[in-house]
């Protein structure tokens, strides 16, 4: 048994090295011919902004000058604020009370962020602004609850989890944001970055194991094939991933980036996310369930670990479906409210590419997600087991030692071997 296991082992390990090690070389290829050149940044036209913290807020009906049509209920005033950066740093100005949709909400004892413009109104000659909150502290603060539970439950795994984090943003932010805003290939960019991402934070955070090397395989695999379903449901729907004002503002800023390559790009890093969890998860569960149960064959721990996948796929499916749809809130709340409703109603809805799009991404990424568990499971069960599917593991027969001549004199059985030991 010892031995046909380290035989497997063997194996499962050459099996592993012979496609990461391509992979690993493919992807690090790719980031040396794709990885940006420096992004000279457009200067800074529009007016400077200052941050300040509130003094007072004092609330009044508006003027029918101040007023604006078809707004029920508004509210105008004055809002006092003490700067802290900027030529006036430390002095107090009165602005007005920011109104209008989306406008923050202030009170005293608020950080905000003001803008520094000209006006004939102003006595001064000069005019501040509330445009929005500064929220630099409390973000800092919720990264840092954040980090601080990761690590507490996950203790060294946590860390390691953290570590992968960090290089998920830096691989994002340092060579597929800035490849693509270059013009490169972003279907190409985000298949070498997302197996960046992948080959780092799996074994950066499960160790350097068999386990983790079959999710790896899975999740590549996986990837491949939704890449594959993306670009030629895309294609079929005849989309152009231009289905928004985002979209359009980008074509215009930078007419280089090609918006179906961006589209497909999104679907596959968003992929990622999701498929990673599953095939670590599936690989791991035939490992335990190998070691718990050493008699299991590989059909066994195949159909074994499906059940567990599937039990896990069908809420994750809940969960993609719902995380985009939550992205997507406020275009179904315009969609089902604006003129489709009044022509054609939802049917002329889903026809229409905003949520085309949509679909494209929950349909594609989901399909590549349930692939992900028979195709993880399938290699995990053979690198623990080695045998093809439809065959069933057997533990080998123990035989039986010649019998000694002084056993038999009186009169004892032959205590049995196992197979592969020497009988001597």
């Known amino acids: ?120 109104d102003d006595p001064t000659g000069t005019r501040y602004e509330i445009i929005d909150h500064e929220r630099g502290t409390q973000i800092w603060l919720l990264v840092l609850i954040f980090a601080l539970t990761i690590v507490a439950f996950g203790r060294w795994r946590g860390v390691t989890a953290l570590a992968g984090l960090g290089v998920t943003f830096m691989v994002l932010l340092a060579f597929i944001v800035p490849a693509i805003l270059q013009g490169e290939p972003p279907l190409l960019v985000a298949i070498v970055g997302s197996a960046a991402i ?27 094939l939704t890449g594959a379903l993306a670009a030629f449901t895309t294609a079929a729907l005849h989309l152009t991933g231009v289905a928004d004002e985002q979209a359009s503002f980008l074509t215009i800023q930078y007419g280089d980036v090609n918006m179906l390559g961006l589209l497909l790009a999104g679907i596959i890093i968003g992929a990622l996310g999701v498929l990673d969890d599953v095939t670590v998860t599936q690989s791991y569960t035939v490992a335990e369930l190998a070691r718990a149960n050493p008699a299991m064959g590989f059909a066994e721990l195949y159909r074994a670990a499906s059940r567990v996948g599937r039990a896990h796929i069908t809420s994750v499916i809940n969960t993609i479906v719902l995380a985009y749809a939550g992205a997507s809130l406020p275009l179904l709340l315009l969609l089902s409210a604006g003129p489709g409703q009044s022509n054609g109603g939802w049917l002329q809805m889903l026809k ?30 053979l690198a623990v087991r080695g045998r093809p599917i439809g065959l069933r593991f057997r533990p080998p027969r123990p035989r039986r030692r010649r019998p000694d001549p002084l056993e038999s004199a009186w009169g004892l059985e032959p205590e049995a071997v196992p197979q592969g030991d020497d009988p001597r």
Not at 208 to 214: A, G, K, R
Not at 371 to 379: F, R
């Open 198 to 224: 992948m080959l780092v934070v799996l074994y950066l955070t499960h160790g350097f194991s068999t386990q983790t090397s079959m999710a790896v395989l899975g999740t590549l695999a996986s990837l491949a």
């Open 1 to 120: 048994m010892t031995g046909h296991a380290h035989e497997y082992d063997k194996k499962a390990t050459r099996l592993t090295l012979a496609v990461l090690i391509p992979a690993a070389a493919l992807t690090l290829i790719g980031l040396l011919l794709l990885w940006p050149g420096k992004i000279a940044a457009e200067p800074w036209t529009g007016p400077p902004h200052h941050t300040g913290d509130v003094v007072t807020v004092h609330q009044r009906a508006c003027t029918p000058d101040e007023a604006a049509p078809d707004v029920a209920a508004q509210v105008c005033g004055e809002v006092t604020v003490r700067l802290n950066d900027g030529p006036d740093a430390g002095r107090i100005v009165s602005t007005r009370l920011p109104s209008g949709p989306g406008a923050p909400v202030v009170k005293p004892g608020d950080r905000v962020i003001l803008v520094y413009g000209d006006s004939f």
């Open 352 to 381: 229409s590419e905003q949520l085309a799009q949509e679909i494209v991404r929950s349909a594609v990424g989901t399909i590549g997600l349930i692939a992900a568990v028979p195709i993880t499971t399938a290699l995990a069960a």
